[in-house]
Protein backbone atom coordinates (compact mmCIF):
# COMPACT_ATOMS: atom_id res chain seq x y z
CA UNK A 1 0.00 0.00 0.00
CA UNK A 2 0.72 3.53 -0.83
CA UNK A 3 2.21 5.42 2.56
CA UNK A 4 -0.55 7.46 3.86
CA UNK A 5 -0.34 11.39 3.93
CA UNK A 6 0.41 11.93 7.42
CA UNK A 7 -2.00 15.13 8.63
CA UNK A 8 -1.55 14.81 12.21
CA UNK A 9 -0.64 17.78 14.74
CA UNK A 10 2.91 16.50 15.00
CA UNK A 11 5.13 14.96 13.79
CA UNK A 12 4.82 16.51 10.88
CA UNK A 13 6.39 15.81 7.30
CA UNK A 14 10.05 16.43 6.62
CA UNK A 15 11.14 17.63 3.91
CA UNK A 16 14.19 16.83 1.92
CA UNK A 17 16.64 19.16 2.53
CA UNK A 18 16.24 18.50 6.06
CA UNK A 19 16.10 15.22 5.99
CA UNK A 20 19.61 15.22 3.97
CA UNK A 21 20.72 18.04 6.64
CA UNK A 22 20.34 15.01 8.88
CA UNK A 23 22.39 12.43 6.78
CA UNK A 24 25.33 14.87 6.44
CA UNK A 25 28.87 13.36 7.84
CA UNK A 26 29.08 14.43 11.26
CA UNK A 27 32.36 15.51 13.40
CA UNK A 28 33.07 15.18 17.40
CA UNK A 29 30.79 17.66 19.14
CA UNK A 30 32.63 18.10 22.14
CA UNK A 31 36.11 18.61 20.49
CA UNK A 32 35.29 20.17 16.93
CA UNK A 33 35.24 23.74 17.75
CA UNK A 34 33.28 24.75 14.47
CA UNK A 35 30.43 22.66 16.03
CA UNK A 36 30.25 24.92 19.05
CA UNK A 37 29.88 28.15 15.90
CA UNK A 38 27.32 26.31 14.52
CA UNK A 39 25.29 25.57 17.66
CA UNK A 40 25.06 28.94 18.52
CA UNK A 41 24.20 29.83 15.20
CA UNK A 42 21.06 27.61 15.55
CA UNK A 43 20.70 28.74 18.78
CA UNK A 44 20.56 32.51 17.15
CA UNK A 45 18.23 31.82 14.32
CA UNK A 46 15.82 29.85 16.62
CA UNK A 47 15.92 33.01 18.98
CA UNK A 48 15.17 34.88 16.02
CA UNK A 49 12.40 33.11 15.41
CA UNK A 50 11.33 33.97 19.10
CA UNK A 51 11.64 37.56 18.60
CA UNK A 52 13.75 37.44 21.40
CA UNK A 53 17.57 38.30 22.72
CA UNK A 54 17.15 35.70 25.35
CA UNK A 55 19.17 33.13 26.24
CA UNK A 56 18.35 29.62 24.07
CA UNK A 57 19.01 26.20 24.63
CA UNK A 58 18.75 23.19 22.87
CA UNK A 59 17.63 20.02 24.73
CA UNK A 60 18.50 16.27 23.55
CA UNK A 61 14.89 15.18 24.26
CA UNK A 62 11.02 15.54 22.92
CA UNK A 63 9.05 18.49 23.84
CA UNK A 64 7.91 16.95 27.16
CA UNK A 65 11.42 17.44 28.24
CA UNK A 66 11.55 21.37 27.93
CA UNK A 67 8.79 21.21 30.18
CA UNK A 68 9.96 18.99 32.97
CA UNK A 69 13.48 20.73 32.35
CA UNK A 70 11.78 23.94 33.41
CA UNK A 71 9.79 22.79 35.79
CA UNK A 72 12.72 20.73 37.76
CA UNK A 73 15.31 23.66 37.58
CA UNK A 74 13.07 26.49 38.73
CA UNK A 75 11.13 24.78 41.00
CA UNK A 76 12.27 24.53 45.12
CA UNK A 77 9.66 22.11 47.55
CA UNK A 78 7.03 24.22 49.01
CA UNK A 79 7.06 27.49 46.00
CA UNK A 80 3.83 28.09 44.79
CA UNK A 81 3.27 27.95 41.32
CA UNK A 82 0.20 28.58 39.02
CA UNK A 83 -1.21 26.23 36.76
CA UNK A 84 -3.22 28.09 34.39
CA UNK A 85 -5.93 25.27 33.06
CA UNK A 86 -7.84 25.24 29.93
CA UNK A 87 -6.56 22.38 28.49
CA UNK A 88 -5.32 19.21 28.99
CA UNK A 89 -1.67 20.11 28.11
CA UNK A 90 -2.34 23.11 31.03
CA UNK A 91 -3.79 20.86 33.66
CA UNK A 92 -0.68 18.45 32.96
CA UNK A 93 1.86 21.01 33.40
CA UNK A 94 0.52 20.77 37.23
CA UNK A 95 1.46 17.57 37.52
CA UNK A 96 5.01 17.94 36.56
CA UNK A 97 5.07 21.27 39.39
CA UNK A 98 3.79 18.76 41.61
CA UNK A 99 6.71 16.21 40.82
CA UNK A 100 9.16 18.87 41.88
CA UNK A 101 7.60 19.94 44.94
CA UNK A 102 5.36 22.41 44.27
CA UNK A 103 2.12 23.79 46.06
CA UNK A 104 0.22 23.81 42.95
CA UNK A 105 -2.83 26.47 42.57
CA UNK A 106 -5.00 25.48 39.46
CA UNK A 107 -6.82 29.19 37.50
CA UNK A 108 -9.54 27.30 35.64
CA UNK A 109 -11.20 28.68 32.36
CA UNK A 110 -13.80 27.57 29.59
CA UNK A 111 -12.24 24.47 27.88
CA UNK A 112 -13.74 25.34 24.96
CA UNK A 113 -12.56 29.08 24.44
CA UNK A 114 -9.35 30.89 24.69
CA UNK A 115 -8.13 31.76 27.95
CA UNK A 116 -10.32 34.53 30.61
CA UNK A 117 -7.58 36.96 30.70
CA UNK A 118 -10.11 39.46 32.70
CA UNK A 119 -10.47 36.84 35.08
CA UNK A 120 -7.09 36.05 35.45
CA UNK A 121 -6.83 39.49 36.27
CA UNK A 122 -9.30 39.49 38.53
CA UNK A 123 -8.16 36.14 40.55
CA UNK A 124 -4.45 37.52 40.47
CA UNK A 125 -5.82 40.55 42.87
CA UNK A 126 -6.93 38.30 45.38
CA UNK A 127 -3.44 36.00 45.25
CA UNK A 128 -0.48 36.80 43.10
CA UNK A 129 2.05 35.31 45.40
CA UNK A 130 3.44 32.59 42.81
CA UNK A 131 6.99 32.05 41.94
CA UNK A 132 6.19 31.09 38.92
CA UNK A 133 3.16 30.20 36.52
CA UNK A 134 3.16 27.55 33.55
CA UNK A 135 0.71 27.87 30.51
CA UNK A 136 0.17 26.39 27.20
CA UNK A 137 0.13 28.65 23.98
CA UNK A 138 -1.62 26.23 21.54
CA UNK A 139 -3.25 23.52 23.34
CA UNK A 140 -2.68 21.02 20.70
CA UNK A 141 -5.57 18.63 22.01
CA UNK A 142 -8.54 21.27 21.66
CA UNK A 143 -7.15 22.86 18.96
CA UNK A 144 -6.93 26.48 21.26
CA UNK A 145 -4.83 29.35 21.15
CA UNK A 146 -4.45 31.35 24.46
CA UNK A 147 -3.81 34.90 24.30
CA UNK A 148 -0.28 34.69 25.80
CA UNK A 149 0.41 38.36 24.68
CA UNK A 150 -2.06 39.55 27.12
CA UNK A 151 -1.43 36.60 29.99
CA UNK A 152 2.46 37.23 30.23
CA UNK A 153 2.51 40.61 30.54
CA UNK A 154 -0.08 40.38 33.29
CA UNK A 155 1.90 37.99 34.79
CA UNK A 156 4.95 40.15 34.68
CA UNK A 157 3.39 42.89 36.53
CA UNK A 158 2.87 40.79 39.50
CA UNK A 159 6.67 39.83 39.41
CA UNK A 160 5.77 35.79 38.16
CA UNK A 161 7.97 33.95 36.21
CA UNK A 162 5.98 32.63 33.15
CA UNK A 163 6.86 29.14 31.51
CA UNK A 164 4.98 29.32 28.17
CA UNK A 165 4.53 25.51 26.36
CA UNK A 166 4.54 26.91 22.77
CA UNK A 167 5.37 23.17 21.65
CA UNK A 168 2.44 23.59 19.24
CA UNK A 169 2.99 26.90 18.30
CA UNK A 170 5.98 28.36 17.47
CA UNK A 171 6.54 28.21 13.44
CA UNK A 172 2.99 28.63 13.08
CA UNK A 173 1.95 32.06 15.06
CA UNK A 174 3.35 35.02 16.09
CA UNK A 175 5.13 34.83 19.06
CA UNK A 176 7.05 37.35 20.73
CA UNK A 177 8.39 36.42 23.75
CA UNK A 178 10.61 39.85 24.66
CA UNK A 179 7.46 41.92 23.80
CA UNK A 180 5.30 39.93 25.90
CA UNK A 181 7.17 39.17 28.60
CA UNK A 182 7.70 35.42 28.38
CA UNK A 183 10.65 34.27 30.75
CA UNK A 184 10.49 31.06 29.33
CA UNK A 185 9.18 29.70 25.93
CA UNK A 186 9.44 25.81 24.79
CA UNK A 187 9.36 24.52 21.50
CA UNK A 188 9.95 21.12 19.89
CA UNK A 189 11.35 19.84 16.62
CA UNK A 190 7.90 17.70 15.09
CA UNK A 191 5.47 20.22 15.21
CA UNK A 192 5.38 23.75 12.91
CA UNK A 193 9.18 23.44 12.24
CA UNK A 194 8.85 19.80 10.68
CA UNK A 195 11.97 19.11 11.83
CA UNK A 196 11.98 14.82 13.20
CA UNK A 197 11.01 14.23 16.25
CA UNK A 198 13.58 14.54 19.14
CA UNK A 199 14.70 17.93 20.63
CA UNK A 200 13.31 20.80 22.66
CA UNK A 201 14.73 24.15 23.14
CA UNK A 202 13.52 27.24 25.23
CA UNK A 203 14.55 30.49 25.65
CA UNK A 204 15.63 31.62 29.37
CA UNK A 205 15.56 35.31 30.02
CA UNK A 206 17.65 36.68 33.00
CA UNK A 207 14.73 36.58 35.38
CA UNK A 208 14.84 33.11 34.88
CA UNK A 209 18.37 31.95 34.47
CA UNK A 210 18.77 34.09 38.05
CA UNK A 211 15.95 32.41 39.42
CA UNK A 212 18.18 29.13 38.24
CA UNK A 213 20.76 30.08 39.76
CA UNK A 214 19.63 31.11 42.85
CA UNK A 215 18.00 28.29 44.35
CA UNK A 216 18.54 27.43 47.84
CA UNK A 217 18.81 23.70 47.07
CA UNK A 218 20.55 21.84 44.65
CA UNK A 219 18.34 20.59 41.38
CA UNK A 220 17.48 17.02 42.02
CA UNK A 221 19.03 15.55 38.82
CA UNK A 222 21.47 16.12 35.52
CA UNK A 223 19.25 16.29 32.32
CA UNK A 224 16.48 18.36 33.40
CA UNK A 225 19.04 20.69 35.22
CA UNK A 226 19.49 23.95 32.80
CA UNK A 227 22.18 25.26 35.47
CA UNK A 228 24.53 22.79 33.68
CA UNK A 229 24.21 24.92 30.46
CA UNK A 230 26.12 28.04 32.23
CA UNK A 231 28.66 29.03 30.23
CA UNK A 232 28.72 26.51 27.67
CA UNK A 233 30.27 28.58 24.91
CA UNK A 234 32.72 30.50 26.21
CA UNK A 235 34.20 27.21 28.33
CA UNK A 236 33.86 25.57 24.94
CA UNK A 237 31.82 22.40 26.93
CA UNK A 238 28.48 20.66 26.34
CA UNK A 239 27.33 18.92 29.25
CA UNK A 240 27.00 16.12 27.32
CA UNK A 241 27.61 14.89 23.60
CA UNK A 242 25.34 16.54 21.54
CA UNK A 243 22.81 14.94 18.95
CA UNK A 244 24.56 16.52 16.26
CA UNK A 245 22.69 14.82 13.41
CA UNK A 246 19.37 15.85 15.01
CA UNK A 247 20.78 19.46 15.23
CA UNK A 248 21.64 19.36 11.54
CA UNK A 249 17.97 19.12 10.96
CA UNK A 250 16.72 21.53 13.34
CA UNK A 251 18.94 24.09 11.89
CA UNK A 252 18.16 24.11 8.80
CA UNK A 253 14.52 23.31 9.50
CA UNK A 254 14.16 26.62 10.96
CA UNK A 255 16.53 28.30 8.52
CA UNK A 256 13.69 27.03 6.07
CA UNK A 257 11.24 29.19 7.78
CA UNK A 258 13.29 32.34 8.20
CA UNK A 259 14.05 32.47 4.74
CA UNK A 260 10.23 31.52 3.49
CA UNK A 261 9.40 34.84 5.90
CA UNK A 262 5.19 34.24 5.78
CA UNK A 263 4.83 31.04 7.29
CA UNK A 264 2.72 32.48 9.79
CA UNK A 265 0.53 34.62 7.67
CA UNK A 266 0.22 30.64 5.33
CA UNK A 267 -0.80 28.96 8.67
CA UNK A 268 -3.55 31.43 8.96
CA UNK A 269 -4.83 31.55 5.21
CA UNK A 270 -4.91 27.89 5.54
CA UNK A 271 -6.23 27.10 8.54
CA UNK A 272 -8.93 29.54 7.84
CA UNK A 273 -10.34 27.79 5.31
CA UNK A 274 -10.30 24.71 6.81
CA UNK A 275 -12.34 25.83 9.38
CA UNK A 276 -14.64 27.59 6.88
CA UNK A 277 -14.50 24.36 4.45
CA UNK A 278 -15.81 22.18 7.52
CA UNK A 279 -17.98 24.50 9.29
CA UNK A 280 -19.66 25.58 6.31
CA UNK A 281 -20.32 21.63 5.69
CA UNK A 282 -21.93 21.44 8.64
CA UNK A 283 -19.76 19.79 10.99
CA UNK A 284 -18.74 21.26 14.23
CA UNK A 285 -15.28 22.56 15.42
CA UNK A 286 -14.61 22.07 18.96
CA UNK A 287 -13.25 25.33 20.02
CA UNK A 288 -15.96 27.91 19.95
CA UNK A 289 -13.59 31.00 19.96
CA UNK A 290 -9.55 31.42 19.59
CA UNK A 291 -9.08 28.80 17.37
CA UNK A 292 -5.15 27.57 16.61
CA UNK A 293 -3.70 28.07 13.20
CA UNK A 294 -1.75 24.89 13.82
CA UNK A 295 -4.65 22.42 14.22
CA UNK A 296 -7.87 21.99 14.12
CA UNK A 297 -10.49 19.43 16.58
CA UNK A 298 -13.65 18.39 14.93
CA UNK A 299 -16.40 17.11 16.94
CA UNK A 300 -16.89 13.77 16.11
CA UNK A 301 -20.72 13.42 14.49
CA UNK A 302 -23.02 11.65 16.34
CA UNK A 303 -23.45 8.03 16.72
CA UNK A 304 -19.76 7.47 15.67
CA UNK A 305 -16.91 6.37 16.79
CA UNK A 306 -13.31 7.59 16.02
CA UNK A 307 -12.17 4.16 15.00
CA UNK A 308 -14.01 4.15 11.99
CA UNK A 309 -13.35 7.52 10.85
CA UNK A 310 -9.59 6.77 11.15
CA UNK A 311 -9.61 3.46 9.78
CA UNK A 312 -12.02 4.99 6.80
CA UNK A 313 -9.53 7.91 6.18
CA UNK A 314 -6.36 5.71 6.34
CA UNK A 315 -7.94 3.58 3.45
CA UNK A 316 -8.27 6.46 1.28
CA UNK A 317 -4.42 7.20 1.72
CA UNK A 318 -4.50 9.95 5.00
CA UNK A 319 -3.49 9.65 8.38
CA UNK A 320 -5.37 12.09 10.92
CA UNK A 321 -5.43 11.76 14.46
CA UNK A 322 -7.74 11.37 17.34
CA UNK A 323 -6.94 12.95 20.87
CA UNK A 324 -6.35 11.76 23.98
CA UNK A 325 -7.92 12.07 27.80
CA UNK A 326 -10.92 13.63 28.10
CA UNK A 327 -10.84 14.46 24.51
CA UNK A 328 -10.99 10.66 23.29
CA UNK A 329 -13.48 9.32 21.27
CA UNK A 330 -14.54 13.20 21.03
CA UNK A 331 -12.77 14.71 18.29
CA UNK A 332 -10.59 14.16 15.11
CA UNK A 333 -7.71 16.31 14.38
CA UNK A 334 -6.49 17.42 11.31
CA UNK A 335 -3.03 19.20 11.67
CA UNK A 336 -2.61 22.09 8.99
CA UNK A 337 1.07 22.35 10.61
CA UNK A 338 4.38 23.32 8.87
CA UNK A 339 5.56 21.27 5.88
CA UNK A 340 2.06 20.12 6.38
CA UNK A 341 -0.06 23.73 5.45
CA UNK A 342 -0.65 23.44 1.80
CA UNK A 343 -3.62 24.08 -0.39
CA UNK A 344 -2.97 20.60 -1.88
CA UNK A 345 -2.56 18.14 0.96
CA UNK A 346 -5.93 19.55 2.71
CA UNK A 347 -7.73 19.36 -0.65
CA UNK A 348 -6.65 15.62 -0.50
CA UNK A 349 -7.59 15.27 3.20
CA UNK A 350 -11.09 17.16 3.29
CA UNK A 351 -11.95 15.80 0.32
CA UNK A 352 -11.04 12.27 1.64
CA UNK A 353 -13.20 13.04 5.35
CA UNK A 354 -16.22 13.93 2.67
CA UNK A 355 -16.13 10.97 1.20
CA UNK A 356 -15.74 8.94 4.85
CA UNK A 357 -18.21 10.21 6.53
CA UNK A 358 -20.44 10.41 4.16
CA UNK A 359 -20.33 6.64 3.70
CA UNK A 360 -20.65 6.61 7.30
CA UNK A 361 -24.09 8.33 6.91
CA UNK A 362 -23.24 12.01 7.90
CA UNK A 363 -25.54 14.74 6.06
CA UNK A 364 -23.02 17.02 4.57
CA UNK A 365 -23.95 19.83 3.14
CA UNK A 366 -22.16 20.89 -0.13
CA UNK A 367 -19.08 18.99 -0.57
CA UNK A 368 -16.12 19.35 2.30
CA UNK A 369 -13.60 20.01 -0.25
CA UNK A 370 -15.90 22.44 -2.42
CA UNK A 371 -15.85 24.18 0.72
CA UNK A 372 -12.43 24.68 0.74
CA UNK A 373 -12.44 27.68 -1.60
CA UNK A 374 -9.74 30.76 -1.86
C1 LIG B 1 3.36 17.93 21.10
C2 LIG B 1 3.24 18.72 22.31
C3 LIG B 1 4.09 18.52 23.40
C4 LIG B 1 5.09 17.40 23.39
O1 LIG B 1 4.39 16.27 23.77
P1 LIG B 1 4.28 14.86 23.04
O2 LIG B 1 2.90 14.39 23.43
O3 LIG B 1 5.32 14.01 23.62
O4 LIG B 1 4.40 15.04 21.56
C5 LIG B 1 3.97 19.34 24.48
N1 LIG B 1 3.05 20.32 24.53
C6 LIG B 1 2.20 20.55 23.51
C7 LIG B 1 1.20 21.65 23.62
C8 LIG B 1 2.27 19.76 22.37
O5 LIG B 1 1.45 19.98 21.34
Known amino acids: MKKPLIMTPGPTYVSEDVRDAM ?46 AACASLIEVGDRVLCIDNGIFGRGFGDFAKMYGAEVVYFESDYRRGLDVAALEEFLKQDSDFKLATLVHCETPSGILNPVDRICPLLDEHGIISVVDSVS ?29 GLTFLSVSDRA ?36 SDIYALSKAVQNIIEEQTTVERHAEIAERVR ?37 MLSEGVMIAGAFDYLAGVVLRIGHMGENCY ?11 DKVLRALGVKIKGKIHSNFID
Open 169 to 197: SIGGEELLVDKWKIDIALGGSQKCLSAPP
Open 23 to 68: SKEITNPDIDLSFYEFYRETCEKIGQLLNTENKVLILDGEGILGLE
Open 343 to 353: EEKLYITLKAL
Open 209 to 244: WNAVKGRKTPVAGFYCNLGIWENWYENKWFPYTQPI
Open 276 to 312: TALESSGLEIYAKDSRSNAVTSVVIPEGLSYSEIYDG
